[in-house]
């Protein structure tokens, strides 16, 4: 079973929305944003620390080094 967001508009507050690309489609609706970026393989935005998420980067494996966990290399 497949769930859908049935949101359209944003969140109403900015104060809610982290993201710093304010001018993004996905900007303040979670779901959306949340989708995006699953399907690309990354993270949302809020999930980073303030200075992190300015960088841009979504990808896992920052975001993981990002909050202090090591990652183990693969040989």
Not at 4 to 19: A, F, H, V, W
Not at 45 to 60: I, P, S, W
Request: hydrophobic share 25%.
């Amino acid at each position: 079973m497949q769930m859908g967001c049935e949101r359209t508009d944003n969140l109403g507050n900015q104060n809610l929305c982290k993201c710093s690309f304010t001018n993004c489609d996905n900007w303040g609706k979670c779901c959306s944003c949340v989708l995006f970026h699953r399907t690309k393989g990354g993270i949302p935005g809020c999930f980073f620390t303030e200075e992190a998420e300015k960088t841009g980067n979504r990808d896992v494996d920052y975001f993981i080094r990002n909050i202090g966990i090591p990652i183990k290399e693969s040989h």
